[in-house]
């Protein structure tokens, strides 16, 4: 059995062996056994980076964690050596991480993910603010836009009284461009506003998915753009 999947997170097992958490274009997120990939002789894991397209040939058995039997990477010119990019790349993963755990076949997402990575390729280094916001999209979470003034991040809706600092006029006006917007991608941000839109969306993810943490290398995207 051969999967596409976005290569989320992984766990070291012992000395070789590794537990893959993915998210499959056919199964959405699902976890799978690598025997023997830290072996000193095995070159696939260098395959082991976040959000990294591989192709999964596991076995039909029905077990609660599926064997790799073999593993190759899909698009094999996405290795980068720029660290921003790699910043970007871990820190969408680690929300992916969190947030896809109970996700389903979701074709939506998957197709989403792989317009951000095309999208980050050409180095939009702004696509990460505006995947997050599309993934609200793809699980019905995005607010509902109305002629209000502000975003009221818990509702999801707009009101005429600020609710929530980071959600004052010039955000929640971003939130509204990208909500209309037939091309979120192409709108741009000036530094301060990607850092508060950054803020204002890690609050929202808080009202709406529980147990959300922010990501690990939250500081690190911080300091860098």
């Known amino acids: 059995m051969t999967q ?7 766990t070291k ?3 070789h062996d590794a537990v893959l958490h993915c998210f499959c274009r056919e199964n959405g997120f699902e976890s799978f056994f690598a025997k023997g990939i830290y072996a000193p002789k095995n070159k696939k894991k260098a395959f082991l980076f976040p959000l990294n397209e591989l192709l999964l040939y596991t076995s ?4 609660s964690i599926q064997n790799v039997q073999k593993i190759e990477q899909k698009n094999i010119d996405f290795f980068s050596s720029d660290i921003r990019k790699n910043s970007i790349l871990f820190f969408i993963s680690d929300l992916l991480n969190q ?3 109970n996700e389903n076949q979701n074709v939506g997402i998957y197709s989403e993910i792989s317009i951000f990575l095309s999208q980050l390729q050409i180095d939009n280094f702004q696509s990460h ?3 997050i916001f599309r993934l609200l999209k793809q699980q019905g979470l995005q607010p509902l836009f109305s002629d209000k003034t502000f975003l009221n991040p818990e509702t999801g809706n707009f009101e005429d009284i600020e609710m929530h600092h980071f959600f004052d006029k010039t955000i929640s006006d971003i939130w509204k461009d990208l909500i209309t917007s037939q091309d979120p991608y192409s709108i741009k941000l000036s530094r301060t506003e990607k850092q508060n839109f950054l803020d ?3 609050v929202y993810f808080h009202y709406h998915f529980t147990d959300f943490r922010e990501p690990r290398s939250l500081e690190i995207i911080k300091e860098i753009f």
Request: overall charge positive; cysteine-free; hydrophobic content about 50%.
């Open 13 to 15: 097992y012992g000395d």
């Open 60 to 63: 039909d058995k029905k077990k």
């Open 4 to 10: 596409e999947v976005f290569l989320l997170s992984y």
């Open 200 to 202: 204002s969306i890690l």
């Open 99 to 101: 947030v896809l755990r």
């Open 129 to 131: 603010l505006i995947f």
